[in-house]
């Protein structure tokens, strides 16, 4: 060998005489870490390991952002639920109180007219008349076509039936 050149005991190179080695040459050339030395930089390349390690923190970060983001869309869907259910159950209650005032109502009117009916049943007896007469009078009055057909044609069976007996 050469007096000048000094063999590096990491590498087959070779190095002059006088010169100083700043860095070694690594034994794996996938190292994942940058060696500062003599103001230079030596990029090394990632392992199979480092690379799926840091797959595999980008998924995971992936996955948490996504699972934050179906949270946050989840809540949002179940707060809209909520205010959907509460309009839902206010509007029930709203209805449910107009259907109790108004039949609160016609209860009311109801017993001031069975009240009005009686008094003029009364009035009807005191002046000497059959008030079921004028009771069955009033109904015949108000009946439709169609219940008049029927109760007629019933009326018209029901004497034929009697005459049939005698």
């Not at 050149?5 to 050339?29: C, F, K, M, W, Y």
């Amino acid at each position: 060998m050469d007096a000048q050149n000094i063999p590096n005991t990491d590498s087959t190179a070779l190095v002059p005489a006088g010169e100083r080695v700043d860095h070694q040459v690594p034994r794996d050339p996938r190292a994942k870490r940058e060696k500062q030395t003599a103001g230079k930089s030596l990029v090394l390349t990632p392992t199979e390991a480092d690379l799926a390690e840091a797959e595999a923190a980008k998924a995971e970060a992936k996955s948490a952002k996504a699972a934050e983001k179906a949270a946050a869309k989840d809540a949002a869907e179940e707060a809209r639920r909520q205010a959907e259910s509460a309009a839902q159950e206010a509007e029930r209650t709203s209805q449910e109180k107009r259907f109790f005032e108004r039949l609160k109502s016609l209860e009311s009117q109801k017993r001031g007219l069975a009240t009005d009916i009686t008094d003029l049943k009364a009035q009807i007896s005191e002046a000497g008349l059959d008030p079921a007469m004028i009771a069955m009078a009033v109904k015949k009055d108000q009946e439709t076509a169609e219940l008049k057909a029927l109760r007629e044609a019933r009326d018209l069976a029901s004497d034929q039936l009697l005459l049939s007996f005698g």
